[in-house]
């Protein structure tokens, strides 16, 4: 299970500032998906920085068609694939 996403800020040029449940915290920049997709809405700035953690699901909300998974979120700042942190949580648990 992953830990819980518990606070969010936006930062400049498209950063993220994520803090979770084990105090693993850090920047995330999502500037590559800028004019991408449903991405396209933040082109006005002002939308990005309009960010929430959705209170039933634990998304990273800015409005019904985006949303970004908290999960993928966190091996992306700890550096790590699924199948890597599913081996170092199986890995842990038989010792």
């Known amino acids: 299970m992953f830990p819980k996403l518990l606070e969010i800020k936006p930062l400049k040029k498209f950063k993220l500032m994520l803090r979770y449940s084990d105090n693993t ?3 995330i920049d999502l500037s590559y998906l800028v004019n991408k997709g449903v991405f ?15 209170d039933e699901t ?3 909300h800015w409005n019904k068609n985006v949303e970004l998974c908290p999960d993928s979120m966190y091996l992306k700042l700890v550096g ?16």
Request: hydrophobic share 30%; aromatic share 16%.
């Open 80 to 95: 790590k694939s699924f199948e890597e942190y599913k081996n170092e949580l199986v890995s842990n648990a038989s010792n």
């Open 58 to 60: 634990g998304a990273i």
């Open 25 to 27: 915290q850090g920047e």
């Open 40 to 54: 396209k809405y933040w082109s006005n700035y002002d939308n990005f920085m309009n960010i929430k953690i959705d």
